[in-house]
């Protein structure tokens, strides 16, 4: 299966993803995109594949709120609820995590949106083949596990990409995607080893993954 088969190299930064990607999947249809690779910068394509590679990233959705998708990392490292019985006062700060850098949240602390448990395996979401039983479908890789634990079967971090980007979807910060549009863009690319975002066109797994981290700050 193309996606497995070589550990890879990881993205490199952001920035340098994003403008790979310009070259090498948006060149062909005239996109110009003004990238920047500031860490924390917002989402600077609010767009889905086929009207990224249309041209139509810059068109954003009327609620700001639908193109402001978090990364694999933010996800990750979620604040848990907070807990009166450990501040008095319901905040932040008072246990573990809420210094500058928190550490992650253990499970099941962790406050995603309705609909997504840390704990739900990746292959509920993401359906796996019979070759991915000791990878994206073993029992070890849930979605929490996969966003960030550097598994070397996930080569360019797709896996994080596609489950940040459910996330975003769920909590309503990436409107112009859906769910089903991630599922087929997995299920295309586990099948056939490349999506295509319009007619003629493909997209390998780490053009994918430069499209998804555009959508995310």
Not at 60 to 89: E, H, I, L, Q, V
Request: proline letters at 7%.
């Amino acid at each position: 299966m193309a996606i497995e088969q070589q550990p890879g190299k990881q993205l490199s930064a952001k920035g340098a993803a994003r403008r790979r990607f310009t070259r090498a999947g948006a060149a062909a249809s005239g996109v110009l995109l003004t990238l920047h690779s500031q860490p924390g910068m917002a989402a600077v394509v609010c767009a889905g594949p086929s009207g990224f590679q249309s041209g139509l990233v810059s068109a954003r959705p009327n609620d700001p709120g639908a193109c402001a998708g978090k990364s694999p990392g933010a996800w990750k490292n979620t604040d848990p609820a907070p807990d009166s019985s450990s501040t008095g006062k319901g905040g932040k700060g008072g246990g573990k995590g809420g210094g500058k850098n928190p550490t992650p949240s253990p499970l099941p602390d962790k406050v995603w949106p309705a609909g997504a448990l840390p704990t739900d395996k990746f292959r509920s979401m993401f359906t796996c083949n019979l070759e991915m039983n000791s990878t994206y479908g073993a029992d070890i890789c849930t979605l929490d596990y996969i966003l960030g634990n550097d598994a070397t079967f996930d080569q360019y971090k797709l896996g994080a990409h596609l489950v940040a980007a459910y996330l975003n979807v769920l909590a309503g910060l990436s409107g112009f995607q859906t769910v089903p549009m991630l599922q087929n863009i997995w299920k295309e690319l586990r099948d056939t080893g490349h999506f295509s975002p319009t007619a003629g066109v493909q997209w390998d797994a780490q053009q994918v993954v430069d499209y998804l981290s555009g959508t995310m700050g």
